[in-house]
């Protein structure tokens, strides 16, 4: 009895879908953390991809039909977002978008591998568009994940060479940092980087994630080390307390960080943020008339300037267009594993430099700028005074970090 | 040394931050039983009033008032929607206040967006008080600790010295017989919501422009400051003011500490196994700062369930 109603079910349905539609719209999940205390890095992911596939679309989107945006709300933990990337799958979504949190983007990567072994011609591709720990393109990586990020050996080679061209790294580094994948994998590139940059880790501090309030003691410890610069992956209230605490301290140390951009962090910080320095995937004023375009036109669509991680989503999604572009449809859809074997082999321009992805480990090649926040900066940062200005722009081959051994990646095939 | 007098400094100053919030807090549960999860949300509340007030009536002004802003809210939160469920028992007072803590954190987001917003130390305040070696001490820390004591001080005499505070006193132990010697109870447990939200509210507006005015700093906070009235025994002011100490100075001295379970088993001649067998062995105590006070109460607990100070079991 089940039995037939399901038969009649299913050949009803696809008497009604073959009457319709002829070729299956492609489906972007976001699975991002759009509620909760860490929802305004999620929101900030979620701005950036929708405007990039609202151009996807405004450029006739794919195979004569627009790409849908479907968003998912993981609530801030690798839970949640394996449930929501069951519902994401179970709506037909065929690429998976998230950003925020390394940890949540280990339970994705390991989701997504899962059920692509499970399910052989119903694959899914995960772009990462932000979590940045190393074992995602290392021990854990996977034919079908992508990271359009940088990651800890990048980001710290960039800062370091960039500050030590403009004078001001010192010979005495610091590394504090917060006690999790990415923090850890900071801290070990600060010591990697040691003979490269030509300093001495003086000592190293890992510590509890958006649990301390209080930053004096720390401060007094490096104080007391005599370090002339300090370089954290710090982000959120771990950073803006950290930078509070030490100018209450009168520690002179310079600063070199990842995510001082981060909405509120300039406005908060004032002046004491000046001088301090920062490695990030964009700079508007570092790519002139370009950038400036960008700038505009996002401001346009968004209704705000593109900050923190929203330049580097929009690109990843750029990506991710160009090689659907790319892609031809076969029966009418798309298939996942030529959509994977495409977007290898796919090249975009941004206002900074050329993009692309490493087929070995499916870590972008993106080009690093680093800036200091200054006065001079073309663009302001949180309406206040001060902004970013560029101090040297790294193309995708000088920042780019070799790919890891530890990354044994099984193509289909 | 100097380190060392520098960490305790710190440790005494976060410790007198953490009293102030929880000082409300466990004079509340004292008196009503009740504990009052959006207790933290005050202490929030506090500090975005100070920051949408010190354009008009500047900085001073903006902590007096938003202070008694605060009071109000926490007045009118005990008199519309406490009193309303009280009858109905303790978990109903519990779940309305865990879901008034989540309705004031959309609202702050709703208003001030979700990013940390521009509120900071008044330009005056922002100097340093001495110097130990090379370290320089704010001002501003030393101005929080004051205004901690001062608090410390004030309710402490209110509640042993004055006619209120023996009538408060007996409130929270025999409320009928209060009740029946003539005394309006209801508005004294208002009042002591009152001034327990007030007093959050100014931990909140003063300690927002030191540290950061953001939609999560209620949750920063409020975690930590259940550690401190645990510890300290619910409902009792002197061991909140020990707890809150105590905490401050372990965390602040840990975060100097950088040995670890392998060191120690060292002195044995043990190092050698220890670091093989990594993981926790090797844990330095420094990475594990802010997990100690979670350490201590679990200590507390075991030991002595009724707090360093608390009275009831």
Redesign the interface.
Request: cysteine-free.
């Given at each position: 009895m089940l039995v037939h109603s399901i038969v009649r079910t299913a050949v009803a349905s696809a008497a009604l879908l073959g009457g319709i539609a002829h070729a299956a719209p492609v489906k972007i999940g976001l699975v991002e953390t759009l509620s909760g205390p860490q929802a305004s890095s999620g929101q900030a992911y979620r701005a950036g991809v929708r405007y990039a596939i609202d151009r996807l679309n405004a450029a006739g989107g794919w195979n004569g039909e627009s790409v849908q945006l479907l968003e998912y709300d993981n609530q801030g933990g690798p839970a949640g977002a394996s449930d929501k990337l069951k519902a994401a799958i179970a709506d037909g979504v065929q690429i998976v978008v998230q950003g925020s949190s390394s940890a949540i983007g280990g339970q994705v990567t390991e989701d997504v591998r899962k059920h692509n072994l499970r399910n052989p011609g119903k694959e899914i591709v995960y772009i990462n568009v932000g979590a940045e720990a190393l074992e995602l393109t290392g021990e854990k990586c996977n034919f079908h994940h992508f990271r359009f990020a940088g990651n800890a050996q990048v980001r710290v080679k960039a800062l370091v060479d960039g500050m030590k061209q403009a004078n001001a790294l010192g010979t005495k580094v610091y590394a504090i940092n917060q006690n999790y994948s990415w923090g850890q994998d900071v801290e070990q590139a600060v010591v990697d980087n040691q003979a490269y940059g030509g300093y001495k880790v003086v000592e190293k501090t890992l510590h509890d994630v958006n649990k301390i309030q209080d930053f004096a003691p720390y401060i007094a410890k490096i104080g007391a080390s005599g370090a002339e610069t300090v370089i954290t992956g710090n982000w959120s209230n771990d950073l803006l307390l950290l930078m509070k605490a030490s100018k209450a301290g009168g520690l002179k140390a310079r600063f070199g960080t990842v995510y001082l951009d981060q909405p509120g962090n300039i406005a908060n910080a004032g002046e004491l943020a000046a001088g301090h320095f920062i490695v990030h995937a964009f700079n508007a004023e570092a790519g002139g008339a370009e950038g400036q375009r960008f700038v505009d036109d996002y401001k346009a669509k968004m209704g705000h300037v593109p900050v923190f991680v929203e330049p580097q989503t929009v690109f990843a999604i750029e990506m991710v267009a160009e090689a659907l572009k790319r892609s031809k449809p076969e029966g009418g859809a798309l298939n996942a594993n030529a959509f994977a074997k495409t977007l290898e082999s796919t090249k975009i321009t941004t206002p900074v430099g050329e993009w692309s992805v490493r087929a070995s480990d499916h870590q972008a090649l993106l080009p690093m700028v680093v800036s200091m926040v200054s006065k001079d900066a073309k663009y302001k940062a949180d309406d206040t005074a001060f902004g970013f200005k560029p101090v040297k722009v790294f193309s995708a081959e000088q920042a780019a970090a070799p790919a890891q051994a530890s990354c044994k990646m099984q193509r289909p095939g | 040394m100097?380190?060392v007098v520098?960490?305790v400094l710190?440790?005494v100053?976060?410790g007198l931050?953490l009293f102030m919030v929880s000082a409300g807090l466990t004079l509340i549960f004292g008196m009503m039983g009740v504990l009052n999860f959006a207790h933290a949300s005050f202490y929030m509340l506090g500090a975005y009033f100070a920051y949408a007030l010190q354009g008009l009536v500047g900085f001073a002004g903006a902590v007096v008032l938003s202070t008694l802003l605060v009071g109000g809210v926490g007045v009118v939160v005990e008199r519309g929607f406490l009193r309303r469920v009280h009858r109905h028992g303790h978990a109903h007072e519990l779940l309305l206040t865990f879901g008034l803590s989540f309705i004031v954190a959309e609202l702050v987001?709703l208003f001030f967006g979700?990013?940390?917003?521009?509120?900071?130390?008044p330009k005056a305040l922002d100097f340093?008080a001495f110097?130990v070696g090379?370290?320089?001490?704010?001002v501003?820390?030393v101005l929080m600790g004051g205004i901690a004591l001062l608090m410390f001080a004030a309710i402490y005499l209110l509640l042993t010295r004055t006619r209120i505070g023996i009538v408060v006193r007996a409130a929270i132990y025999r409320p009928r017989m209060v009740e029946a010697l003539g005394h309006h109870v209801q508005l004294v447990f208002m009042g002591v919501f009152g001034i327990g939200a007030a007093l959050a509210g100014l931990a909140g507006a003063v300690a927002g422009a030191?540290?950061?005015t953001?939609?999560?700093m209620a949750?920063?906070?409020g975690v930590?400051v259940f550690v401190v009235v645990v510890v300290g025994g619910l409902g009792s002011l002197a061991g909140a003011m020990l707890a809150s100490l105590l905490i401050?100075i372990l965390?602040?001295?840990a975060?100097?500490v950088d040995a670890s379970i392998a060191d120690l088993a060292a002195l044995v001649g043990a190092r050698e196994w220890a670091q093989g067998i990594g993981g926790l062995l090797t844990l330095?105590l420094?990475?594990?700062?802010?997990?100690i006070p979670f350490a201590l109460m679990l200590l507390v607990l075991l030991l002595r369930p009724s707090g360093l100070m608390g009275e009831r079991t």
């Open positions: - | 100097d380190a520098f960490a710190n440790g100053i976060y931050l987001k979700n990013y940390p917003v521009d509120y900071r130390v340093a110097a090379t370290q320089q001490y704010p501003y820390r030191f540290y950061t953001n939609p999560n949750l920063e906070i930590m401050g965390t602040s001295l975060v100097g330095k420094s990475s594990l700062a802010a997990t």
